[in-house]
């Protein structure tokens, strides 16, 4: 079967950043399919066509960056599902488009794929929008809200069926386009790249985090992620003196923000790393005791299936949520990690005082089984190619 994976965020671990649709391209190349992506830029000069471990990946010139204002993200979206249509003529031999959101947009070009070339898809939700943008109040016209809800709708409805990256999602779904056929394939822990390792002390005195309790947290800073709260936790940890130190690694709309208002708070316990790719984060990941997953306290992002999660369990770390659904569920039932409070940061280092008390390593080695036992990458990419075979 030749199948199209549409994901404008099409990552490469060279690259950096989510990696779930390579390695879904990789699982199908291993089952014998043929694989081509469609994508956007990643920011690199790039021929227009590059074969990557046995699949096909078309490189469209649309770029995007997670500090594009709302405008220039809309026109990148756009742009991108136009392209897509114009480059479909060219991919006749398609069996089955795989869609990959965010954006939503895409599942447009899936659905002209449908109507023009009759190729049916599978759309894969991993953040419900527009809800999530309406609900932190990015979208406020009401004309606007009710033609995204229609687009939503009839994407999630032409659709041969739906993936979803959490029960929540699932649910959410369910409402919006009943009867539909829905699927839960959350993202992945990578449990053969990142492992239990001892403490790089090298590497922990080059990062001048040694002798210290080290607080991690990886990937978009932006608004949805509310990482001022963070910022704010660490002052605390540092008004009491705490042997703890914050290291924040990313890039996003309010990284310049963040690192300001680090500096006015005199933060001597925080630091800032750039955007790392698959190797600086298993390095950063090696000093790392505990990670962050930070979101801004509203409850539609409790639904989602942030990466930075799978990672730690997979690494074996203790895991710090602020926030509430799925993800607090699952840590607290394994017992690898815990919740603070979204509204009172100083429950970070009231929890952290306490754990530095009476130290443990049992929280890293059940975040390790919880990776291991419903989130390996193995077991759920055989899921996840089960689901396109049928």
């Known amino acids: 079967m030749n199948i199209l994976i549409i994901h404008q965020h099409f990552k490469t671990p060279d690259e950096g950043g989510a990696l779930r649709s390579y390695f879904l391209a990789k699982a199908l190349v291993k089952k014998g399919f043929k694989v081509q992506v469609l994508t956007g830029l990643s920011g690199k000069n790039r021929q227009s066509q590059v074969h990557i471990e046995g699949f096909e990946v078309h490189y469209l010139p649309v770029t995007y960056a997670n500090n594009f204002g709302f405008w220039r993200r809309i026109f990148s979206f756009l742009k991108f599902v136009w392209l897509c249509i114009r480059v479909s003529r060219k991919l006749r031999d398609v069996e089955l488009v795989y869609a990959i959101s965010v954006p939503l947009t895409v599942g447009l ?82 449990c053969e790249y990142f492992k239990e390792e001892r403490k790089d002390e090298r590497l922990a005195e080059k990062l001048k985090v040694r002798g210290k309790f ?113 993800i607090r569920k699952e840590i607290e039932e394994a017992q690898c990690g815990f919740y603070v409070n979204p509204a009172k940061p100083e429950e970070i280092a009231a929890q952290l005082k306490t754990l530095l008390t009476k130290p443990s390593t049992e929280y890293g080695k059940k975040a390790r089984e919880l990776a291991m036992m419903k989130f390996s990458r193995e077991k759920l990419t055989e899921a996840w190619v089960d689901i396109l075979k049928m």
């Open 214 to 326: 080290v607080v991690s947290y990886f990937g978009a800073m932006g608004f949805a992620n509310g990482l001022e709260y963070l910022l704010e936790g660490a002052r605390f940890c540092q008004d009491e003196n705490l042997p703890i130190h914050f290291i924040l690694a990313g890039d996003g709309a309010e990284r310049m923000n963040l690192v300001e208002k680090s500096k006015k708070l005199k933060l001597n316990n925080f630091s800032f790393q750039t955007f790392q790719n698959r190797d600086g984060i298993h390095e950063l990941m090696n000093v790392t005791d505990a990670v962050f997953v930070c979101y801004r306290n509203a409850p539609i992002l409790e639904t989602g299936s942030p990466n930075k999660f799978f990672d730690g369990l997979a690494a074996g770390k203790l895991i710090i949520v602020n926030f509430g659904g799925w």
């Open 109 to 190: 070009a899936a659905r002209w794929m449908k109507w023009r070339h009759g190729i049916p898809y599978i759309f894969e939700v991993g953040d419900l929008w527009p809800d999530a943008a309406i609900e932190l109040d990015v979208i406020q016209n009401s004309i606007l809200k009710n033609f995204l809800w229609r687009m939503e709708r009839r994407i999630y409805m032409n659709a041969k069926s739906i993936v979803a990256l959490s029960p929540a999602i699932r649910e959410a779904i369910q409402k919006k386009a009943p009867g539909k056929t829905l699927y839960v394939i959350p993202n992945m822990s990578d």
